[in-house]
């Protein structure tokens, strides 16, 4: 996965959508991915538990929790950072 932007581009608090998570290029203007993965793997990690369980908004409306994806972006941070160490360690 390449490297996560920092979360200050998400509101304060709320719910954000799928194309804000992963992006959307071909949006005028695009969209910046968050999490930069595609909409299969994005879904294939909320069934495995890598990402966070949606919240439906409505019948065709599904959104995550703002929170939900800080604590992901956070995590995979202090991830990155652990295999960072673990590779300057075996060096």
């Known amino acids: 996965m ?3 932007p920092s ?3 998400l509101p304060a ?3 954000v ?3 804000h998570i992963i992006g959307n290029p071909n949006t005028y203007p695009p969209i910046p ?3 930069p993965v595609s909409k299969s793997t994005w879904w294939a ?3 495995s538990g890598r990402f966070p369980k949606p919240i439906k908004l409505g019948p065709r409306t599904t959104a995550w929790r703002v929170e939900d994806i800080r604590n992901l972006i956070s995590r995979s941070q202090v991830i ?3 295999n ?3 590779a300057t360690d075996a060096e």
Do not use: T, W
Request: net charge positive; aromatic share 4%.
């Open 7 to 9: 979360s200050n581009i």
């Open 45 to 47: 990690g909320v069934k």
């Open 13 to 15: 608090s709320g719910f």
């Open 17 to 19: 959508r799928l194309s």
């Open 84 to 86: 960072e160490q673990d």
């Open 80 to 82: 990155k950072h652990e």
């Open 33 to 35: 991915a968050i999490i």
């Open 2 to 4: 390449k490297s996560i």
